[in-house]
Nanobody, 126 residues
Framework: QLVESGGGLVQPGGSLRLSCAAVGFTFDEYTVGWFRQVPGKEREGVACISGRHDDTSYADSLKGRATISEDNAKRTVYLEVANLEPDDTAVYYC?????????????????????WGQGTPVTVST
C-alpha cells in the first residue's frame, strides 16, 4: 500500500512537500514516481526515482521547480515543489513499479504500474 500526504491549500509562489509512504513493503526494488491529475484530463507524470540506484527523472510539467528524494529508513519518497502556480492545482498520486526504470518512459506506462496511492489534493490559490 502507498499512502500520500502533505497536500492542501497553498498560496501562489509558495512551496510544499508531499510524502509517499510504503506500507508493508520497501522501495528497494521499485521505481517510485509522482503523477498529478485534474478533472477531465489525463494523469500527468511529474518525477520518478529509482529505489536501487537513486536515479531521478523529471517531466516537463514541473521541471526546475520539483525535487524528488527518498528516505530509505522511513520507506518514504518525497516530492518538494517550489514556486507553486495555480495551474499546479491537482490531485497528486504516487506510484511504484518493479519493472519500469526511472526514465521518461515511466510516465507513459501509467496504466501498468503496480501500486498506486489514493492521492493527495493540492490547491494553489489566494
Amino acid at each position: 500500500q502507498l499512502v500520500e500526504s502533505g497536500g492542501g491549500l497553498v498560496q501562489p509562489g509558495g512551496s510544499l512537500r508531499l510524502s509517499c509512504a510504503a506500507v508493508g513493503f520497501t522501495f528497494d526494488e521499485y521505481t517510485v514516481g509522482w503523477f498529478r491529475q485534474v478533472p477531465g484530463k489525463e494523469r500527468e507524470g511529474v518525477a520518478c526515482i529509482s529505489g536501487r540506484h537513486d536515479d531521478t527523472s523529471y517531466a516537463d510539467s514541473l521541471k526546475g521547480r520539483a525535487t524528488i528524494s527518498e528516505d530509505n529508513a522511513k520507506r518514504t519518497v518525497y516530492l518538494e515543489v517550489a514556486n507553486l502556480e495555480p495551474d499546479d492545482t491537482a490531485v497528486y498520486y504516487c506510484a511504484a513499479d518493479r519493472f519500469t526504470a526511472c526514465t521518461g518512459s515511466f510516465y507513459s506506462t501509467v496504466d501498468y504500474l503496480e501500486r498506486w496511492g489514493q492521492g493527495t489534493p493540492v490547491t494553489v490559490s489566494t
